[in-house]
């Protein structure tokens, strides 16, 4: 439809949502036999070429939450009891369309203890002219990244 | 350490949800006192859940699609940032000093290293390292 984007790679965020990780204990550990199959996973998105960053989440337990009211910040160590789901992990991808991300999720090896949610990553082009102009250190701010 | 600081957004609308031009400067001097101070790896913004989509999975493992918004829950990831400090306390200090946007919370979440793992998921998971060192190689662009 827009074919001028064909070619454009735009990165997305899949956030990994596992059932009931809001209530687990500090220090818990995923199974190695599922870890298996994650890095299988893993591989076959980096074989691809599709791969950017990956990483997984302590629970709850080993952090804590900020609110900020009246502009003062309030701090609550985890786990948090409102919390009705949490992320485990994540991954970011480089694809062409949202489709595209949604097939790799639908290929992860998860079952129904498990949701994946889809987010697209802000890029600076995104933005409007003057919120650019604003974010104008961003682009060297992500480019001085260190390797 | 790496902690990852998730901005949890609330009530907020189908719309994209672009920030506004002073939201950004004051979003952008923050993460600049990261950077300065060394502790700042990573950082981006999600666009709205109205433009993602979610995937669930049968027993079987078969996936089921579902557009957004998300009704499941009232509380929306706006973005991340990702950064390497000392302590769980030292994330929280770092949070704290961020500015105080309407309707928004700060999760702090400690970043699983492969250290972390033990000897049985090390196992598994030997290929991790090395995708991780991938994974910074190819930097964003």
Same mark, same amino acid.
């Given at each position: 439809?827009?074919?001028?984007?064909? *070619?454009?790679?735009?990165?997305?965020?899949?956030? $990994?949502?596992?059932?009931?990780?809001?209530?687990?204990?500090?220090?818990?550990? =995923?199974?190695?036999?599922?870890?298996?199959? $994650?890095?299988?996973?893993?591989?076959? %998105? +980096?074989?691809?070429?599709?791969?950017?960053?990956? *990483? #997984?989440?302590?629970?709850?337990?080993?952090?804590?939450?900020?609110?900020?009211? #009246?502009?003062?910040?309030?701090?609550?160590?985890?786990?948090?009891?409102?919390?009705?789901?949490?992320?485990? #992990?994540?991954?970011?991808?480089?694809?062409?369309?949202?489709?595209?991300?949604?097939?790799?999720?639908?290929?992860?090896?998860?079952?129904?203890?498990?949701?994946?949610?889809?987010? +697209?990553? +802000?890029?600076?082009? *995104?933005?409007?002219? *003057?919120? +650019?102009?604003?974010?104008?250190?961003?682009?060297? %701010?992500?480019? #001085?990244? =260190?390797? | 350490?790496?902690?990852?600081?998730?901005?949890?957004?609330?009530?907020?609308?189908?719309?994209?949800?672009? !920030?506004?031009?002073?939201?950004?400067?004051?979003?952008?001097?923050?993460?600049?006192?990261?950077?300065? /101070?060394?502790?700042?790896?990573?950082?981006?913004?999600?666009?709205?859940? &109205?433009?993602?989509?979610?995937?669930?999975?049968?027993?079987?493992?078969?996936?089921?699609?579902?557009? &957004? !918004?998300?009704?499941?829950?009232?509380?929306?990831? &706006? &973005?991340?940032?990702?950064?390497?400090?000392?302590?769980?306390?030292?994330?929280?200090?770092?949070?704290?000093?961020?500015?105080?946007?309407?309707?928004?919370?700060?999760?702090?979440?400690?970043?699983?290293?492969? /250290?972390?793992? !033990?000897?049985?998921?090390?196992?598994? /998971?030997?290929?991790? !390292?090395?995708?991780?060192?991938?994974?910074?190689?190819?930097?964003?662009?």
């Amino acid at each position: 439809m827009t074919s001028q984007k064909v *070619d454009k790679h735009m990165r997305f965020m899949m956030l $990994m949502i596992p059932k009931g990780y809001e209530k687990a204990t500090a220090g818990s550990m =995923p199974d190695a036999k599922v870890v298996a199959e $994650m890095m299988k996973y893993n591989k076959s %998105l +980096q074989q691809a070429g599709v791969l950017l960053a990956l *990483d #997984g989440l302590h629970p709850p337990a080993m952090g804590a939450r900020i609110r900020f009211s #009246g502009g003062k910040p309030k701090v609550t160590d985890g786990p948090f009891s409102e919390a009705k789901e949490v992320i485990g #992990g994540y991954w970011i991808i480089q694809v062409r369309s949202k489709e595209e991300a949604i097939e790799w999720a639908c290929r992860s090896p998860l079952s129904e203890d498990c949701v994946i949610e889809i987010r +697209q990553v +802000q890029e600076m082009a *995104d933005f409007p002219p *003057d919120v +650019q102009q604003a974010a104008a250190g961003f682009a060297e %701010l992500q480019a #001085g990244r =260190p390797a | 350490m790496r902690f990852m600081m998730i901005t949890k957004e609330f009530e907020q609308p189908n719309s994209d949800t672009m !920030p506004d031009a002073k939201g950004a400067a004051t979003m952008m001097k923050y993460l600049e006192s990261l950077e300065k /101070a060394g502790v700042l790896l990573a950082f981006d913004g999600l666009r709205s859940a &109205g433009m993602g989509a979610r995937v669930s999975f049968s027993a079987a493992g078969q996936p089921l699609v579902t557009d &957004g !918004p998300f009704s499941e829950t009232k509380e929306v990831v &706006g &973005g991340y940032w990702m950064i390497q400090v000392s302590s769980k306390e030292e994330a929280i200090a770092w949070a704290k000093r961020c500015p105080a946007f309407p309707n928004f919370a700060i999760e702090i979440r400690q970043v699983v290293e492969f /250290a972390d793992f !033990p000897a049985d998921v090390q196992e598994a /998971a030997a290929i991790y !390292p090395k995708l991780k060192a991938q994974c910074q190689s190819r930097s964003r662009t």
